[in-house]
């Protein structure tokens, strides 16, 4: 195991720990000073709370990481197991006696693919267009687009199968009985209901024929999109924070490729810029949401939802942002994307 993976230099970035805590898939780093000693650790909690608090990512991580993380010293490895059990840690630096880091010793049981099982409901909205996939959208409805052996639709169902979210609400319009035939035939059956839209009402007016049909929490999900992280801590967040909506939002990181300039009121350069970056979460098109933020949509409206969050917030409702990695984010609603989800679907 390479053990670079899990450790990083004080002086670096939140961004570049993100992006180090994504790749190691262990959701932590630990952080060293320029004599390579422990000063702290950072998990993807510690980054995702920051995001929410409207944290500056091009922020060095010595000015948030947790000080005093739990260690053992050289010697005392033996017992790490025990350790990490008492502490409810997965894992542990071992030290020498100048605190430099030895090596990292993880959680030794078998990791499990076990996922929690939730039981939701979840809505797929897939009526419409799919123009900006045309011309395959021209012969093809966008949510019966293959990607690899199965379409975009089935790789969404069975992400929320492994977490017991077995039943399906597929709203449709745009080529539906193409849909429905799919999977009324398919020799792999799914628990799906189907809901026709009488005409086109945008990415939330569809939802409203669910109204009084759906009396608890529920997933819903665009027909284009695909998150690849866990249902089960987005659920948890939603609850802990009694939201009626929660957004899944990427965190997006993009590199102006050009120099920007800033002018005073005056008119005169204040300040030049190469190539800066920005940073911004993105609506990834998963949300978590309540039957009220049902009953909030019009009916017989067109009306997207977004709009539709709106009009909560306005009316004081809670609506929360669940900030996930970008690399968690599939998305195939434009042509360049399409063949970027099939590469890490590995399809």
Known sequence: MDQSNYIIDENVTVLEAMSKINSNLKGIVYIVDDERRLTGSLTDGDIRRYILQSGDLKKPVKDMLHKNPKSLKTGEERKANSYMKKNSINSVPILDED?????????????????????????IMAGGKGTRLAPYTNILPK?????????????????????GCTHFDIILNYKKNLIKSYFLDNEIKLDVDFVEEKEYLGTGGGLKYLD?????????????ILVREDYSKMYDFHKEHGNVATMICAMKNIT???????????GY???????????????TGLYILEPEFVEMIPKDTFIHTTDVLQLCIDKGMKVGVYPIAEEKWLDMGQLSELENMKNHLGV
Request: aromatic share 12%; with cysteine; charged share 25%.
């Open 99 to 123: 605190d430099h880091i030895i090596k990292i010793r993880f959680w030794a049981e078998p990791y499990s693919e076990e996922k929690k099982q939730l039981a939701l409901p979840v809505v």
């Open 143 to 163: 949510p019966l687009i293959p990607i690899g052996d199965k379409t975009i639709t089935e790789h969404i169902m069975y992400s929320f199968i492994e977490y």
């Open 212 to 224: 009084g049909k759906i009396s608890g929490t529920f997933f819903m999900s665009n027909c284009d």
């Open 256 to 266: 102006i490729p050009y120099g920007t300039v800033e002018m005073s009121e005056e």
């Open 269 to 283: 350069v204040s300040k030049l810029i190469e190539k800066p970056e920005m940073s911004f979460l993105t609506n």
